[in-house]
């Protein structure tokens, strides 16, 4: 069945530095989504990825879809304390859409 | 306005008892769900409903039993509860079946002793 993968699990970075999440399916993907889960919160809509190759940028943060629709990323320019939390990928391949496993992100100041 | 509403937000109850969380939602979407995340954080699919039609039903046990009034609720009736369902259960919500945006519900933490 339809797997998607998301590394790293955690990432520890200070204030400032980058911050990349990698997220790969096991199927051709008709489009990914990107969720940010604050600790205690619930998901949050970031973005859908739709087309072969696109990027999407919103202010610091920068989305990919691969050529071949089956992985993405998520890179997170200069991160802040307020980025803190954990992020998923949500990829639709067929009928459902599977979340990964999640990225949480801690940020020290 | 909240858009996606649960109830309750936290529930602790014994093993063996039968519970239910309810869930609305006020954007006049076609399709809801109901996500199950454990302490991992993983983030489950459990059942899908469109129109009050059941789309998804994943791998789960027979104690667990969705039921959609009409499009805009969807609630979650758990039987015999068990330790190892205590979990955050998310409601969310999106336009249509094909996935757009989803919006989730602010979670309700169940939690069995």
């Known amino acids: 069945g339809q797997q998607v993968m998301q590394i790293p699990q955690y990432q520890h970075v200070q204030e400032g530095e980058d911050f990349t999440t990698y997220c790969n399916s096991s199927?051709?993907?008709?489009?990914i989504q990107w969720y940010k889960q604050r600790p205690g919160g619930h998901p949050v809509f970031l973005i859908q990825?739709?087309?072969?190759?696109e990027v999407k940028k919103q202010k610091r943060l920068t989305f990919q879809f691969g050529e071949a629709k089956k992985n993405s990323s998520l890179h997170i320019t200069a991160t802040q304390t307020t980025d803190v939390g954990t992020y998923f990928c949500?990829?639709?391949?067929?009928?459902?859409?599977?979340f990964g496993a999640g990225t949480r992100l801690f940020v020290k100041a | 306005d909240t858009a996606v509403s649960q109830t309750p937000k936290y529930l602790v109850t014994q093993m063996g008892n039968d519970k239910s969380i309810k869930c609305e939602q006020n954007?006049?979407?076609?399709?809801m769900y109901w996500y199950k995340q454990d302490s991992k954080k993983f983030l489950k699919i459990m059942f899908s409903?469109?129109?009050?039609?059941?789309?998804i039903n994943e791998t789960v046990p027979n104690r667990f039993s969705p039921k959609s009034p009409d499009k805009a609720h969807l609630n979650l009736h758990i039987n015999s509860l068990e330790l190892g369902d205590s979990a955050v259960y998310f409601c969310?919500?999106?336009?249509?079946?094909?996935?757009?945006?989803?919006?989730f519900g602010q979670g309700t933490r169940l939690t069995v002793v």
């Open positions: 969310a919500s999106s336009q249509d079946s094909v996935r757009t945006e989803a919006f």
């Open positions: 199927t051709t993907l008709s489009n």
């Open positions: 990825l739709v087309k072969s190759g």
């Open positions: 949500a990829g639709r391949g067929g009928f459902k859409t599977i």
């Open positions: 954007l006049g979407h076609d399709t």
């Open positions: 409903y469109n129109n009050k039609e059941l789309i």
